[in-house]
């Protein structure tokens, strides 16, 4: 079981950049495949980036080279370091942890998560 609250959204202007956080409480952190996804009005769900037990990281195509994800373990706490921010990057971002233990991919499958935050709103004008 685990708890994920985000924080750091916000706006911005285009080009810009915004750190996303999202704070987990419960257990297993570390060996929890962690992502982040993110939905627009009109637009299906999109997983953005992922990372894993040991520090592999995926991203969604659209986001590749502008992202990154990370995490420290020690503090519980994920991170999305977004650069470059395009006004279609506005969106509702969601943190998501998966099943302690459970492999996942780093091609991001909403299936493959089942504990999620509140969401943070980010919002990049042109």
């Known amino acids: 079981q685990v708890q994920l609250v985000e924080s750091g959204g916000g706006s911005v202007q285009a080009g810009g950049s915004l750190r996303l956080s999202c704070a987990a409480s419960g257990s297993s952190f570390s060996s929890r495949c962690m992502a982040w996804f993110r939905q627009a009005p009109g637009k299906e769900r999109e997983g953005v980036a992922n990372?894993?037990?040991?520090?592999?990281?995926g991203y969604a195509d659209s986001v590749q080279g502008r992202f990154t994800v990370s995490k420290d373990n020690a503090k519980n706490t994920l991170y999305l370091q977004m650069n470059s921010l395009k006004p279609e990057d506005t969106a509702m971002y969601y943190c998501a942890a998966g099943v302690s233990g459970d492999y996942c991919s780093t091609t991001i499958r909403t299936r493959e998560y089942r504990y999620w935050g509140q969401g943070t709103q980010v919002t990049v004008s042109s």
């Open positions: 990372i894993i037990r040991t520090g592999r990281t």
